[in-house]
């Protein structure tokens, strides 16, 4: 991990000051490069370790990829980095300073972090513009957002969330006609308007054609960098497309940790999950 280098000035955060939570200062606090960290989390359910002394690290800007057999922690520990879950030990920070275990679930949101769930969930009676400025507006009441006038740099905004989701040509389709790939495509660009500097995406391309599952890797390779994102997923073909950092969980804990050719080799990730 690189603790010199400098922080590009775009991975910074701006807090939201009206929120007035002495948790959450106005930048994100990410000199050492670590955007994300989780050390020593454990999480029992009923005596089941759901997460066992889980350390983890994700740096600003960085993809990763999150793999492991059901059960091994994967959908817990996003629980926990979101505040749906409390850790029964450990800490988990977001940059330098936000202690992610003391924040409410909507602080969390406000901080920067995005959760995408496997499900697609987007208002399918609106169009596909008016998903991502229900998404877009402060005020979450939807009577009152659609009928609040957009200022011209808000519909700029979305046009470069569609641009980047690929969905401009469809704009005005109502969202319940898009395909399955689609329909998450727009739930991403509804993550994306609300510019989270974290995002964290539950299985993305389960369900997806093969063209889809490839606009898909496409998509996030060209978000890192300016976001960090946690990607779980089950699609190993997909995961060596993104070519990218991969952790390995099992049973609450690192098992493994590299390039999928690494970790594609490791006796115990073979044993235990790619070898079934």
């Excluded at 409390?86 to 679930?105: K, N």
């Excluded at 901080?111 to 995408?116: D, E, V």
């Excluded at 779980?232 to 493994?256: C, I, Q």
Aim: net charge negative; with cysteine; aromatic share 6%.
């Amino acid at each position: 991990m690189n603790m010199t280098s400098p922080v590009p000035e775009e991975l910074l955060f701006q807090g939201n000051s009206s929120l007035g939570h002495p948790l959450i200062p106005g930048v994100l606090d990410i000199s050492h490069r670590v955007i994300l960290y989780l050390e020593q989390v454990t999480v029992s359910f009923d005596g089941f370790r759901a997460l066992n002394n889980l350390t983890l690290a994700i740096d600003a800007g960085e993809l990763r990829c999150i793999i492991g057999p059901n059960g091994a922690g994967k959908t817990t520990m996003m629980d926990v980095i979101t505040g749906k879950t409390r850790p029964d030990s450990g800490t988990v920070f977001f940059g330098q300073t936000l202690d992610l275990t003391a924040m409410s679930e909507p602080d969390i949101v406000s901080a920067g972090i995005g959760r995408k769930f496997q499900k697609p969930t987007v208002f399918e009676q609106h169009t596909v513009f008016d998903n991502l400025e229900l998404a877009l507006c402060g005020d979450k009441r939807v009577r009152h957002a659609l009928f609040t006038r957009l200022q011209g740099e808000q519909c700029d905004r979305i046009a470069e969330v569609l641009q980047t989701i690929r969905l401009l040509p469809l704009a005005r389709q109502q969202a319940g006609r898009l395909s399955h790939g689609q329909k998450q495509w727009l739930e991403i660009g509804m993550l994306l308007i609300q510019e989270p500097k974290l995002l964290l995406l539950d299985e993305p391309v389960a369900g997806m054609t093969d063209e889809e599952t490839e606009q898909s890797a496409e998509l996030f390779l060209s978000l890192a960098g300016r976001h960090s994102l946690l990607v779980v997923e089950h699609d190993m073909a997909f995961v060596t497309k993104l070519n990218s950092r991969v952790t390995v969980l099992h049973e609450g804990s690192v098992l493994a940790e590299g390039r999928m050719a690494e970790v594609r080799n490791h006796p115990r990730v073979i044993e235990v999950y790619l070898g079934r």
